[in-house]
């Protein structure tokens, strides 16, 4: 399976999660390749998310400096909460803050103890 595959497929499992319940949910066009917007964007009752979508199992998870940027823009333009929501195999997803990643060399990053340690999971929003 190629990596857009998974991450499609799992955007795709996220979506239904958020459809089932009951919010209004879109994927972005040119997810995974263009930067201006979020993978994953969910309403409910005039309040929304949006989710950056990471599927990969690692003891860290990076994001590049210029789409950390675009989710941060995007937060402050739209007022959504916005998320890197991380799906680690066999776990359900992690929500992370933006703000809840440092900075590396790099990239910004945040490592899979201090993600788990916030411990914030998709069920807290359904």
């Known amino acids: 399976m190629t990596r857009y595959s998974k991450g499609a497929r799992t955007e795709r499992e996220l979506i239904d999660m958020l459809h089932s319940a009951s919010y209004s949910v879109m994927r972005a066009a040119g997810s ?34 210029d789409r950390f940027e675009a989710l941060k ?3 402050r333009n739209t007022h959504m909460k916005t998320f890197v929501a991380w799906r680690m195999n066999g776990k359900p997803w992690l929500l992370i803050k933006p703000d809840e990643m440092s900075m590396a060399e790099k990239n910004y990053t945040i490592t899979r103890k201090n993600a788990l340690k916030i411990g914030r999971y998709i069920s807290e929003l359904l």
């Open 73 to 75: 823009e995007w937060e």
């Open 32 to 65: 995974g390749v263009s930067s201006l917007s979020p993978d994953v964007i969910a309403v409910k009752d005039g309040s929304g998310y949006a989710f950056e979508c990471k599927a990969w199992e690692s003891t860290s998870l990076t994001i590049e400096p």
